[in-house]
């Protein structure tokens, strides 16, 4: 089946620093992919949607000065997130879609972030 | 927008018993209804998923029911095993962009 990798798996960072954390689709072109924020016990937050060659659309709320998205590749989204605080500790996990019309998100595997 | 609700957010069973988790859709243009299964630590995996022109899929021990006029469909795990512990998210989503809806997610606990 399609096969989404996300890097790292976990990271601490100082509080000021930045962190880029990578989402790859391993076998299949993902002209979509989405990027979410999870807290302890909660559902999926959707943070933004990137397509291949464009910028991304970040949900209300969400500032994209600081978590910056770029799809440069139809296999490859990164966000970084920029000037850590410990606030922005928590999991993120992306997916990826292989086309326009509606079928199964393949998600990553999560990042969890530490900011200390 | 889309609201998609989820019940019960936590769910304990015997192992062999079944469980069910439902979720409700507010937005009728919704067409496909994923169901994802994350452990602890990983990302959501695909575990089930149906059309809205179907209503029922089974895949062994899993089935997914819909009911378009109500706007609800439900999960329904048979003859439950410990590994079926986890929290399961059910999502909805339109022909439109991917955009995905997911539910509260449930906690669901098999008990040896």
């Known amino acids: 089946g399609a096969v989404v990798s996300q890097h790292p798996s976990w990271v601490i960072c100082k509080s000021g620093t930045s962190v880029k954390i990578e989402c790859r689709s391993l076998d299949f072109q993902a002209t979509t992919m989405f990027w979410y924020r999870q807290f302890p016990k909660q559902s999926l937050m959707l943070m933004a949607t990137s397509n291949e060659g464009s910028k991304a659309t970040y949900e209300q709320g969400v500032e994209k000065d600081k978590f910056l998205i770029n799809h440069a590749s139809l296999t490859l989204s990164t966000l970084t997130v920029t000037s850590a605080h410990p606030e922005d500790s928590s999991f993120y996990i992306c997916?990826?879609?292989?086309?326009?019309?509606?079928?199964?998100?393949?998600f990553g595997n999560g990042t969890r972030l530490t900011v200390t | 927008g889309e609201n998609v609700e989820q019940h019960p957010s936590t769910l304990s069973v015997q192992e062999g018993d079944s469980a069910v988790i439902k979720c409700t859709y507010s937005?009728?243009?919704?067409?496909?209804f994923p169901w994802y299964k994350q452990e602890l630590g990983k990302g959501p995996q695909l575990i089930i998923d149906?059309?809205?022109?179907?209503g029922e899929k089974k895949d062994q021990r899993i089935a997914v029911t819909l009911n378009k006029t109500a706007k609800h469909f439900s999960l329904h795990i048979t003859e439950t095993q410990p590994e079926d512990s986890a929290v399961y998210f059910c999502a909805a989503s339109k022909n439109t962009g991917n955009q995905f809806y997911f539910g509260t997610g449930t906690s669901l606990t098999v008990i040896p």
């Open positions: 937005d009728s243009a919704s067409n496909y």
């Open positions: 149906i059309r809205s022109n179907v």
């Open positions: 997916s990826a879609g292989a086309g326009p019309l509606i079928g199964p998100l393949h």
